[in-house]
């Protein structure tokens, strides 16, 4: 099938071409029917003609989502009939041949509106559906060009992007993790990651001093507002560094994104401000502030960073608990503190905060073991537990592990805070509901007894 790309056409004035897409929507105007026909890269006008009435008869046929190819010469519009809104607004096709390649079914909502209003429900059972119309097409175009970028930067920085297991051992962040039991190892389990933390510092150790990935990462929380039990990080990890240098690294990556992927948008304070967070709180009662200047402008991106987070927070009955996650480095102007008044160290951990969102959190990482030992300890965690969850951390230190930082800005968070969209499924392509179901798949499923059996997970069947 050779066929050209829609929002190639206004280079065709002349030509005979052929296009293929969906019947986006339908105006009949006495004898002549008009369609907008549909691909990914946009809508072209097809007109049928009264003089060819075979034709026009079967393009009578035609209806929305009606997947077609259609063969015809591309014209320039009259002058009155342009569409300045539309990429090919300044063109039509006069159809010659008309094939339908599938018919559709009349969609359970309309596609030639926002999908915004209609029951999220439907549009996850049918998110194929969802995904072809326009803003959730455009969504899925920003989420790639966002991605690609990082790409494509961090490599001119001398990142690699490696992957990691997503079959693996837990790692304390913070929330549950979902478990995946084993079949060749009965009564043991996987667990998919919170994060690569461990990973990406197991990479330093390996000498890879600049790490990233487009990770995925799984966190089986009850869900609290706008949460996804998966979700995308910008994985980064560097070696010979301090705090420093990652905020300066990132600040740079953020404004060079925003020029080249968003140019409309305009950043409000350069550089970003940096906020201790004892003065966040006092300040603004927040460790997320919004700092916009006019919150109505859906063009305005207002980043600071937040410093001088505490390593430690009270747990219950007074015990300690990593405020970020146990690997983090104390600040060493606090080092002594460790022993006389840890709920008073601060550790050299930053976050990034976008419009009063969280956008990624950070850290300069504990690269010894006796440090990471104590911190393990003052955290309430006995040898044993230490050394069967964190033994190979723990060794791994012993074999001139680098000093090394890092951060994970939110994919999600990002690209919606860029579209403008309220929360992160309008940007996920295919995200759960908010009790964490896939309307679509049917996700959690039932599973025949002898699978279960399988896994080591159910007894006879
Ligand atoms: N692993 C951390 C997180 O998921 C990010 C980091 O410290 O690099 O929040």
């Known amino acids: ?239 010979f560094v301090e705090q420093e240098d990652i905020l300066e690294l990132n600040e740079r990556m953020m404004i060079d994104m925003v020029k080249t992927i968003t140019p409309d948008k305009r950043i409000t304070t350069l550089p970003f401000p940096r906020i201790p967070y004892a003065e966040a709180i006092e300040k603004y009662g927040s460790d997320k502030p919004d700092l916009r200047q006019d919150k109505n402008d859906p063009n305005e991106l207002a980043f600071c960073w937040i410093v001088d987070f505490p390593l430690f927070e009270k747990g219950d009955n007074g015990t300690l608990q990593a405020a970020h996650h146990p690997f983090c480095r104390p600040n060493p102007e606090d080092m002594e503190l460790l022993d006389t008044d840890p709920l008073k160290v601060r550790g050299w951990t930053y976050d990034l905060v976008l419009n009063g969102y969280e956008l990624s959190s950070g850290s300069i990482r504990i690269h010894q073991r006796e440090l990471q030992d104590k911190i393990f300890r003052m955290l309430g965690l006995e040898e044993e537990t230490i050394n069967s969850r964190f033994g190979h951390l723990l060794e791994a230190f012993e074999y001139g592990a680098p000093p090394h930082g890092g951060m994970a800005p939110g994919i999600d968070r990002l690209v919606m805070l860029l579209a403008g969209e309220p929360n992160i499924r309008e940007i996920i392509p295919f995200p759960k509901t908010g009790d964490a179901r896939c309307p679509l798949m049917g996700a959690p499923s039932d599973l025949p007894p002898s699978r279960l059996k399988e896994a080591n997970i159910a007894k006879d069947v």
Request: charged share 30%.
């Open 1 to 239: 099938m050779k066929k050209i790309y829609i929002a190639e056409t206004g280079k065709k004035i002349g030509e005979k071409v052929t296009a293929a897409g969906w019947v986006h929507a339908r105006r009949d105007m006495g004898k002549i029917i008009f369609i907008d026909l549909r691909d990914s890269t946009g809508l072209l006008q097809v007109v049928f003609a009264p003089n060819n009435k075979d034709l026009l008869t079967q393009a009578n046929a035609l209806r929305p989502e009606f997947c077609v190819q259609i063969k015809g010469q591309i014209n320039e519009r009259p002058e009155k009939m342009r569409n300045p809104n539309m990429i090919t607004g300044g063109v039509e096709m006069l159809a010659e041949e008309l094939e339908i390649l599938n018919e559709s079914k009349t969609p359970p909502f309309e596609l030639d509106k926002d999908t915004m209003s209609v029951g999220e429900e439907l549009r996850l059972k049918y998110r194929y559906l969802d995904l072809r119309s326009e803003r959730l097409h455009r969504n899925l175009l920003l989420r790639d060009r966002v991605v690609g970028f990082f790409r494509e930067w961090l490599r001119g920085e001398g990142f690699i992007e490696v992957e990691t297991p997503t079959l693996t051992k837990g790692t304390p962040e913070g929330a549950r993790e979902f478990i995946v039991p084993s079949r060749i190892h009965s009564g043991k389990f996987y667990v998919l990651p919170q994060s690569p933390q461990q990973f990406k510092q197991l990479l330093m150790v390996a000498g890879v001093e600049r790490y990233f990935q487009i990770a995925r990462c799984y966190r089986d929380e009850d869900q609290r507002g706008d949460r996804q039990p998966e979700f995308t990080q910008l994985d980064l990890e560097m070696s």
